[in-house]
Antibody, heavy 123, light 108 residues
């Protein structure tokens, strides 16, 4: 069974750095074709893709947030960490992590998602 | 281009067929994935690649692609299909991914 779970602070002050951890089980980030991505969703708004780290440590970021985001993986701990610097109230929302999986059958998607964690940015 | 465009809202009568579309330049090169999200829940992958479904997704869900448009079709919509639907694909440069703005499906 594959599971992912997000953890981190529920409340962050403006200008601070937000650190979120995705802890997963049931797969390995050292397996070819696997990655873990982060996606967020402001209240009552659309999903927004943030970042993704692949099994080979290739990292991709949303161009609009690239200067503020860092994604890292710890394969031994089955964790992926996302840091976002200089947060603002517009960064308030639910943050999801999800497994990315590529296989030759055509699967090239975020196939399993965590339940999400709500983060509020407020002074 | 980094945009995927969806209609904000679509409605369908119970048991009828509905198509939800997603437009973007990157879809000429890459396939879209489709996600269903119900209130308070995480998104669930329903369609990927040309027209592939995860095993747990009912076969009333199907996908298709033409030019710069990807489509999700629900044949015989059920009350439980009422949800937000999002498309997702790589950007044309393949350097990152993007989501569409989402379509709210109402089953009447």
């Amino acid at each position: 069974q594959i599971t992912l779970k997000e953890s981190g602070p529920t409340l962050v002050k403006p200008t601070q750095t937000l650190t979120l951890t995705c802890t997963f089980s049931g797969f390995s980030l050292s397996t070819s074709g696997v990655g873990v991505g982060w996606i967020r969703q402001p209240p009552k708004k659309a999903l927004e893709w943030l970042a993704l780290v692949y099994w080979d440590d290739d990292k991709r970021y949303s161009p609009s947030l690239k200067s503020r985001l860092t994604i890292t993986k710890d394969t031994s701990k089955n964790q992926v960490v996302l840091t976002m610097t200089n947060v603002d109230p517009v960064d308030t929302g639910t943050y999801f992590c999800a497994r990315y999986y590529y296989e030759s059958s055509g699967l090239d998607a975020l196939d399993i998602w965590g339940q999400g964690t709500m983060v509020t940015v407020s002074s | 281009s980094s945009e995927l465009t969806q209609d904000p809202a679509v409605s369908v009568a119970l048991g009828q067929t509905v198509r939800i579309t997603c437009q973007g330049d990157s879809l000429r090169r890459y396939y879209a994935s489709w996600y269903q999200q119900k209130p308070g829940q995480a998104p669930v992958l329903v369609i990927y690649y040309k027209n592939n479904r995860p095993s747990e997704i009912p076969d009333r869900f199907s996908g298709s692609n033409s030019g710069n448009t990807a489509s999700l079709t629900i044949t015989g919509a059920q009350a439980e299909d009422e949800a937000d639907y999002y498309c997702n694909s790589r950007d044309s440069s393949a350097k990152y991914w993007v989501f569409g703005g989402g379509t709210k499906l109402t089953v009447l």
